[in-house]
């Protein structure tokens, strides 16, 4: 039967012989739902502090933005601004356009700009990447008035909420990730296994893997929630990973996992 629990390798797995003993012949199928919970723990933490920057940023940095811009009105898809075109809104620091506004034609893509995005007659045009444009039809807004009061609002909903959005899709994608390596884990083990003269199935082994990431995944949430940068950090987190399942396939010497245990 199983030993410990899904929270005793939080800890445990920096330095327990005993728990990868039991993880190799008793954790087939649990390890899966320990990696979610482990992932999620560690997205905590970061997603606090992504969430503390953005509200920085928003609350430093957006009213210098929003204060620039004009009363925007949409009316079965046409685009109307009381000011002189082409209407830009500025960076502050770089005193650069980070938005162009023209009803004009005069602009009609962000080609020869470094504008962010470009507000046509018809269209939004918006920079996704150097090398991705976006482009977004007015055609289906029938009445929609933008103003910076109704701006602000927007951004003190998405500083309230956007790290509550994003926390499932980043744990989801997280998950997906460190699935993928510790299948690949696993088959190193293998080899690890072989070396040192042990029969160990491939689903202990993925078991095995998943604990030994387990130390490599702790530090690296550390690693990223503070401003320190470590030359060549992913061999690192790599190596300790790799550590931690030598010594935890090597921790299951002496038994046959898959077989009765005699102990």
Same mark, same amino acid.
């Given at each position: 039967m199983k030993r410990y629990s899904t929270v005793h390798p939080l800890f445990m !797995?920096?330095?327990? +012989? /005993?728990?990868? +003993?039991?993880?190799? #012949?008793?954790?087939?199928? *649990?390890?899966?739902?320990?990696?979610?919970?482990? *992932?999620?723990?560690?997205w905590i933490p970061v997603m606090f502090r992504i969430h503390s920057g953005v509200s920085d940023f928003l609350v430093k940095e957006a009213p210098a933005i929003v204060r620039q811009i004009p009363v925007i009105r949409i009316d079965h898809g046409k685009v109307s601004v009381d000011?002189? @075109?082409?209407?830009?809104? +500025?960076?502050?620091?770089? $005193?650069?356009?980070? *938005? *162009?506004?023209d009803t004009?034609?005069?602009?009609?893509?962000?080609? =020869?700009? $470094?504008?962010?995005?470009?507000?046509?007659?018809?269209?939004?045009?918006? #920079?996704?990447?150097p090398t991705e444009i976006r482009t977004f039809q007015m055609s289906r %807004? &029938?009445?929609?008035?933008?103003?910076r009061a109704m701006v602000y609002n927007?951004? &003190?909903?998405?500083?309230?909420?956007?790290?509550?959005?994003?926390?499932?899709f980043a744990v989801l994608a !997280?998950?997906?990730? +460190? %699935?993928?390596?510790?299948?690949?884990?696993?088959?190193?083990?293998? @080899?690890? /296994?072989?070396?040192? =003269?042990?029969?160990? $199935?491939?689903?202990?082994?993925? !078991?095995? /893997?998943i604990i030994a990431d387990t130390p490599s995944i702790i530090i690296n949430t550390l690693y990223n929630y503070v401003d320190v940068r470590i030359p060549f950090w992913l061999l690192i987190s790599f190596l300790i990973a790799m550590g931690y399942l030598f010594y935890g396939v090597? /921790?299951? !010497? =002496?038994k046959e996992v898959g077989m009765p245990a005699g102990d």
């Open positions: !797995s920096f330095y327990s +012989r /005993a728990l990868y +003993r039991d993880v190799g #012949r008793n954790w087939k199928g *649990i390890s899966f739902l320990y990696l979610l919970l482990l *992932i999620a723990i560690c000011e002189k @075109m082409p209407y830009f809104i +500025r960076n502050p620091k770089k $005193d650069e356009p980070l *938005i *162009i506004i004009t034609g005069q602009y009609s893509s962000l080609k =020869g700009t $470094d504008a962010w995005a470009l507000l046509t007659k018809t269209e939004l045009i918006m #920079r996704k990447s %807004i &029938e009445d929609l008035v933008i103003n927007w951004i &003190e909903t998405f500083r309230k909420w956007f790290a509550v959005v994003l926390y499932p !997280s998950y997906v990730y +460190r %699935i993928i390596q510790v299948l690949f884990y696993a088959f190193i083990g293998l @080899m690890f /296994a072989k070396n040192l =003269g042990l029969k160990l $199935d491939y689903q202990s082994l993925v !078991s095995l /893997a090597k /921790a299951n !010497s =002496g």
